[in-house]
Nanobody, 127 residues
Framework: QLQASGGGLVQAGGSLRLSCATS????????VGWFRQAPGKEREGVSC????????YYADSVRGRFTISRDNAKNTVYLQMNSLKPEDTAVYYC??????????????????????WGKGTQVTVSS
């Protein structure tokens, strides 16, 4: 399982950096995606990074504010969140899937269908 961490309470306009790590396998060749679920809403895909690190996807709602990156030496993927808005409030989860031969959007579709998810990390943005 992947474990997300780094959430917290921040004022609108502030920043947080989320981390996604696992000790069970190497993330090097996996596409890694960030998802979020707000109360009463369905889980939505936020961002995804290809296994090579050369390809990225961002949802329209976060493009230009969030940046996804990886540190293979630490087996960790990060989500830098800047200019946070109250509507970014949600529990954030990360997930991984083999990404070769498919687009990042398709990889996120595969991730969405997975049954095992980590605990997630709460991000709360106050206005």
């Amino acid at each position: 399982q992947l474990q997300a961490s780094g959430g917290g309470l921040v004022q609108a306009g502030g920043s947080l950096r989320l981390s996604c790590a696992t000790s069970g396998f190497s993330l090097d060749y996996y596409a890694v995606g960030w998802f979020r679920q707000a109360p009463g809403k369905e889980r939505e895909g936020v961002s995804c990074l290809s296994g090579s690190g050369g390809g990225t996807y961002y949802a329209d709602s976060v493009r230009g504010r969030f940046t996804i990156s990886r540190d293979n030496a630490k087996n960790t993927v990060y989500l830098q969140m800047n200019s946070l808005k109250p509507e970014d409030t949600a529990v954030y989860y990360c997930q991984a899937a083999p990404g070769w031969g498919i687009t990042l959007v398709q990889a996120m579709g595969v991730m969405e269908g997975m049954n095992s998810w980590g605990k997630g990390t709460q991000v709360t943005v106050s206005s």
